[in-house]
């Protein structure tokens, strides 16, 4: 659905933009603070407060390895995911400040999908060269690899975003013109 898309009433359009705009803001926000609770257990142990960041460690461990040699450190003390996890969030917030960039906020027509697994391949090859014992991946790739997912991500999230926020208005709107 094109952000001009003749199914969408012209005085319903300015409502599906500030409903795009609230979705983009409100899950920017919620990639910043997953980030910010990735890297809370770390800042917590800088400042002797291991205690209050062991159940984020506990948390992330659900969802992580979390192995030391493969997760970044300030100053000795281990992120609450391994470099690539990391990676991947930091990316969906990066992905997510820059999309208003290059794209409206409204425009819910659908990406190719082939752009998503083009990012992907990079991880996958950064991993099965590693598993084969060709060569040994680094923070840096682990973490580079991640990044380019994290922001794919995100740029194929907002545009399905948007697009519920116009079937949520068009739903209304049959809604009102029923009653």
Known sequence: MPQTSPYLRSDLRESVAVMAKRFWIGL???????VLLIIAP?????YGNESLGSPLYGFFSNICHQLPERTFHLMGHPLGVCSRCFGVYLGLVVGALFYPLFRKLDDA????????????IPMG???????????ENTFTTRFLTGSLLGIACAVYILPALSELSYFIHARRSRTARTD
């Open 28 to 34: 920017t926000v919620l990639f910043s603070v997953w």
């Open 42 to 46: 770390a800042i917590l142990g800088i």
């Open 109 to 120: 027509e659908p990406l190719p999908l082939y752009g998503l697994i083009l990012a992907i």
């Open 125 to 135: 090859v950064d991993w099965a060269l590693t598993f084969f014992g060709i060569w």
